[in-house]
């Protein structure tokens, strides 16, 4: 059994905001891309396609900031487990990457091909 306490909302939300307010503080990566969120979320309501094609926009632009996030977890723990390079810390780290480059793709794809349909 694990000791853990129990799950109390109030205070597991706590708990992610820090987590937000940490990687908007100290990663770059994520500062970047935030804003890139806050520049794109209006245009999703300004352009006009279905509100599925909306929906799209809005979970491309979701899932790149959740991919950074889980990227800097996962270079945050290496980091912690060993400083030294080691193989498969340097694999475990490009993998963290590697999420980060498809949900990026996906983004550019998505926005790409609704705009596309929409203006041309």
Do not use: C
Request: hydrophobic share 55%.
């Amino acid at each position: 059994m694990r000791n853990q306490p129990k799950y109390n909302f109030f205070k597991n939300t706590s708990y992610a905001l820090k987590g937000l307010r940490d990687l908007v503080k100290n990663e770059s990566s994520f500062k970047i891309e935030l804003l890139l969120f806050f520049v794109l979320l209006p245009l999703i309501f300004f352009i006009e396609t279905t509100l599925s094609n909306k929906l799209l926009m809005f979970i491309s632009l979701m899932l790149m900031l959740i991919a950074e996030a889980a990227n800097s977890a996962i270079e945050r723990v290496v980091d912690l487990v060993t400083l030294e390079h080691h193989e498969m810390a340097g694999r475990a780290k490009d993998v963290g990457s590697t999420v980060v480059f498809l949900s990026i793709s996906l983004f550019v794809v998505v926005w790409g091909s609704i705009i596309f349909d929409t203006f041309l």
